[in-house]
């Protein structure tokens, strides 16, 4: 998988779940500047780019209180 495909489903991911960047990236890596970083080029290690993956497949929106 190359950096460029995982951006694109992170931004899939992002679009279905409304979630912002930012809290994405301290969800999935604790790195608020993540999402913005990867737009930029910043290229991930294989170990981060599999955390990013395992939230997105096991992400569960959180329910209105």
Do not use: C, H, W
Not at 31 to 49: C, N, P, V, W, Y
């Amino acid at each position: 998988m190359t950096d460029d495909t995982l951006l694109e489903q992170i931004e899939a991911f992002l679009a279905e779940t409304e979630m912002k960047p930012t809290r994405f990236g301290i969800k999935a890596l604790g790195d608020g500047g993540l999402i913005r970083q990867l737009r930029e080029k910043r290229s991930l290690t294989l170990k981060s780019a599999g955390k990013v993956i395992e939230f997105m497949e096991n992400y569960r929106p959180e329910q209105s209180q």
